[in-house]
């Protein structure tokens, strides 16, 4: 089981950026999604999730609106449009792979090394 982030990296509030988590060694197509975000000094946190099949999301208060999860199952890709960037935004983002459909962390095993996010002027 292999997860890949990439398409972090600085950017100024207010500015946009798009994440890809690349996955391999499993069914992609059978697994629920998750974005994960954690930044120094706190606990990780889920901000949106997607289906299987993609036709269903749920996103965290502090996202919604702003940030938009799909995902490509012919391509095993994830895939998170962050819009609207704030500072608070900076952290680590990381995929998450799990047969649960949760923004709760314990219920994932299978986790990518994560792209830093930095929302700064």
């Known amino acids: 089981v292999q997860l890949v982030e990439s398409g972090g990296g600085l950017v100024q509030p207010g500015g946009s950026l798009r994440l890809s988590c690349a996955a391999s060694?499993?069914?992609?197509?059978?697994?629920?999604m998750t974005w994960f975000r954690q930044a120094p000094g706190k606990e990780r946190e889920g901000v949106a999730l997607i289906g299987p099949d993609g036709t269903s999301t749920s996103y965290a208060d502090s996202v919604k609106g702003r940030f938009t999860i799909s995902r490509d199952n012919a391509k095993n890709t994830l895939y998170l449009q962050m819009n609207s960037l704030k500072p608070e935004d900076t952290a680590m983002y990381y995929c998450?792979?799990?047969?649960?459909?949760?923004?709760?962390?314990?219920?994932?095993?299978?986790w990518g090394q994560g792209t830093q996010v930095t929302v700064s002027s």
């Open positions: 998450a792979a799990g047969s649960v459909c949760s923004l709760l962390a314990r219920f994932f095993t299978k």
């Open positions: 060694g499993f069914t992609f197509s059978t697994y629920c």
